[in-house]
């Protein structure tokens, strides 16, 4: 998969929003999607920019945790052990050679995948 669908997946599942931004609860109504919306476009965007900047040898070496460590250095605004389960789907994900199809009525994302099997 690519970076950019790996970490839109890792928001999609690992994003707590509420944890992440405890304000949200004094917002009024009509302003929260656009407030969440902007966070999480500036964090897909910050965790795009560290990956690409400096995050290859830890995508090559399945390193979730130091991946994580190396965001956080960067200033990715996230709870540490939110950004950890973050690195850690966007690790497993990373090394799918997998496209994505649709998400469904019930919230489930769901991908081609192509697999190779050794007997």
Do not use: W
Request: with cysteine; charged share 25%; glycine share 4%.
């Amino acid at each position: 998969m690519t970076i950019d669908a790996c970490i839109a997946h890792a928001i999609h599942s690992d994003l707590d929003i509420i944890e992440a931004l405890p304000e949200v609860h004094d917002l009024p109504v009509e302003d929260l999607e656009m407030y969440v919306e902007k966070y999480v476009l500036r964090i897909q965007e910050s965790l795009y920019n560290v990956i690409i900047d400096r995050g290859d040898k830890y995508i090559r070496a399945k390193d979730a945790a130091g991946l994580c460590a190396t965001c956080l250095e960067a200033g990715v605004g996230l709870p540490p052990h939110m950004l950890l389960k973050m690195c850690q789907t966007i690790m497993n994900l990373a090394q799918l050679d997998a496209k994505f199809i649709l998400d469904t009525e019930e919230g489930k994302s769901l991908y081609y995948v192509k697999l190779t099997v050794t007997v």
